[in-house]
């Protein structure tokens, strides 16, 4: 709920009881030297104020009163413009989303400033300003995280969307020009050992690890692979021996966690994937845009360079996304069959985080051999992305509209028009 001070910024309209008309009509007496200021505000109803401000050149004739614009009306178009884009594309913005690339924007134009001026009142002006284009959609109640099925009218819009986007750049016949990123993770621990019963008394084990490494891996449906990116928890470990045992010319970050986050991304999109994809124009990139937030500058890059990011929907990643139907798991097992471990469901890996890059440089090595090209072709055609299948789709794991009760339904299939997270900004045309 808005503040009281929200409200009355944005509730109460002070109407203006002058016109431009008379304000330049006063203006044009003051100047022509008949009447002074005063008289000419008496004369024809202006502030006296304004017109004094207007003939002292302090304000331009004609220009809109109040405070100057955060953002200009060319920006805030492009803004919109934005949203539409990402709307169209499987990303329908937060308002949070919606705000903080308005404040990237701001931020272009006060470098100097450290902090955006946008808030809450912004944003309820930009919704009014923004009425006949832009729409806001309650999310519907999704389980978080991987579910065991999905609803499958999210399925089929994606599909239908797919379908648009291959027809209209002409991808139907080109597997090397679509890619599909997606994150693994690793979590590095202790091996496990069976002891006798006896043996465990006054036993105290150690502190084991608890880092999380993630790989963020591309790659085509022809089987071409992106350099993988390699991320850390908390730190890189020390020396440059993870560089040069790693796999070759892969990237390297780290975050709080050790998963993909917005900055990282970025990075990853800017100056790695753009380097080492194919040169041929357009491309696609179908990634979980959940999981990887994505930043204005990456879509403003991607629009400039003919990429067409594609956004997966929510909790659909275990039957869409090509590299979790197969070759993760052939990654892992060769992972786990490298460091002597055996257990490739176990989610623990006993290895240091100085020797991870090491061992995954001979894990990684499997997804450039046949066997490997050869799985991620079959984890494109299983999810029915290429060839491009909608029937591919296993329907054991898919939700049918009518097991949803009657009640939501209308606002479960609104929903699925475009909307995928709670408070979703999605772009709508003007309205006829």
Known sequence: MPSRNHLD??????????????????????????????????????PKSSLGDRVSGRVTPGSRSGPAKLITSADEDLLVEFSLYMSKH????????????????????????????????????????????????????AVRGRTTCVRKEAVDQFVHLLSNVMDSRGLRDKPQQIFNCNE?????????VILPKSATLGYKPTQGSKDHISVLACFSAAGEEIP?????????????????????????????????NSDLFK?????????????????????????????LEVV?????????????????????????AGLFVLLKQRFAALIGDGSASDTHFAVSKKEFSGVFKGTYQ????EEGVRVVKEGYRKCGIFPLNHFSTNEGNLMPLSSVCPAAGASLYTSAQGVHNEGDLTAAGPSS
């Open 9 to 46: 910024k944005v509730g109460r309209i002070r109407k203006k009881k002058w016109t431009e008309e008379a304000m330049e009509r006063a203006l044009m007496e003051v100047k022509s030297g008949r009447c002074t200021v005063r008289q000419a505000a008496k004369e024809f109803g202006v």
């Open 267 to 295: 990075k990853w999109f800017l100056k790695h994937f753009l380097v080492h994809a194919p040169k041929e124009r357009p491309l696609l990139l179908i990634f979980d845009g959940h999981k990887s937030p994505i930043n």
């Open 366 to 369: 499997v997804a450039k051999e």
């Open 184 to 192: 693994t993770g690793f979590q590095l621990g202790r091996k496990r």
């Open 300 to 324: 403003e890059t991607a629009r400039n360079e003919d990429v067409v990011l594609l956004c997966l929907p929510p909790n659909c990643s275990h039957i869409l996304q090509p590299l979790d």
């Open 228 to 260: 993988p990116f390699i991320i850390y928890s908390k730190a890189f470990p020390g020396g440059v021996c993870y560089k040069t045992q790693g796999p070759p010319n892969a990237l390297y970050g780290w975050s709080d966690l050790g998963y993909v």
């Open 90 to 141: 499987g990303f329908p913005l937060t308002k949070q989303q919606l705000v903080s690339f308005a404040s990237s924007i701001y931020k272009r134009q006060h470098r100097r400033v450290a902090y955006s001026k946008l808030g809450q009142t912004w944003w309820l002006n930009f919704r009014k300003r923004q009425a006949n284009n832009i729409t806001i959609h309650p999310a519907d109640n």
